[in-house]
C-alpha cells in the first residue's frame, strides 16, 4: 500500500484539536441576520430539552445545557467515543443594539434556535427635514415690450 508522506499532518491535526473547546464541540453555532432579527441556531443532539437553560446578564447570554450518557459505565468496552457528555456552556457578547427583554428560544429536532430583535431605537429611520424660511420671495410684475 502507497501512502504519502505528510509532516504537517499529525500538526495542522494538533492545532485543531486544540482550538475545539469542548463547548464549540458540542454546541456548533450558525448566526445569522434575517431581517430585524439575529437568529442564532445551536446544535444540541441528544441533550434533554429540561436542562436547557438560557439567560442574560448585563449584555451577557449563556447557553448551558446537559447531555448524558447512555451507556452504564464499566459495562462496555469503548472502540470510538467522540460524542461528549456532560454539562456545556457557551456564551455570546451582545451588543447594545438588541431588544434583551424580547429574545425568543426554541427547540426542535436537536437544534436550539434563539431568535434576538434589533432594538426599535437602533433600527434606521428616515428623519424629515424641515424647511424653514431663509429665501424672500419679492412680488411685481412684468412688463412685456
Known amino acids: 500500500m502507497a501512502r504519502t508522506f505528510d509532516p504537517f499532518r499529525d500538526l495542522d491535526r ?18 445569522y441576520k434575517e431581517g430585524d432579527n439575529f437568529v442564532a441556531r445551536l446544535d444540541l443532539p441528544g441533550v434533554d430539552p429540561s436542562t436547557i437553560d438560557v439567560d442574560v446578564d448585563e449584555r451577557t447570554l449563556t447557553i448551558r445545557a446537559e447531555r448524558s450518557s447512555d451507556a452504564v459505565e464499566g459495562e462496555q468496552r469503548w472502540l470510538v467515543r467522540e460524542r461528549p457528555v456532560g454539562t456545556f456552556a457557551r456564551q455570546l457578547t451582545l451588543g447594545y443594539g438588541v431588544a434583551l427583554d424580547r429574545i425568543a428560544a426554541d427547540y426542535r429536532d436537536g437544534v436550539l434556535t434563539l431568535t434576538i430583535p434589533v432594538a426599535e431605537e437602533a433600527k434606521p429611520r428616515k428623519i424629515a427635514v424641515a424647511h424653514t424660511g431663509g429665501a424672500t420671495q419679492i412680488e411685481g410684475s412684468v412688463e412685456e415690450a
Not at 486544540?18 to 453555532?29: K, N, Q
Open 14 to 31: 494538533w492545532f485543531s484539536d486544540v482550538a475545539r473547546t469542548p463547548a464549540s464541540a458540542a454546541m456548533a453555532m450558525d448566526l
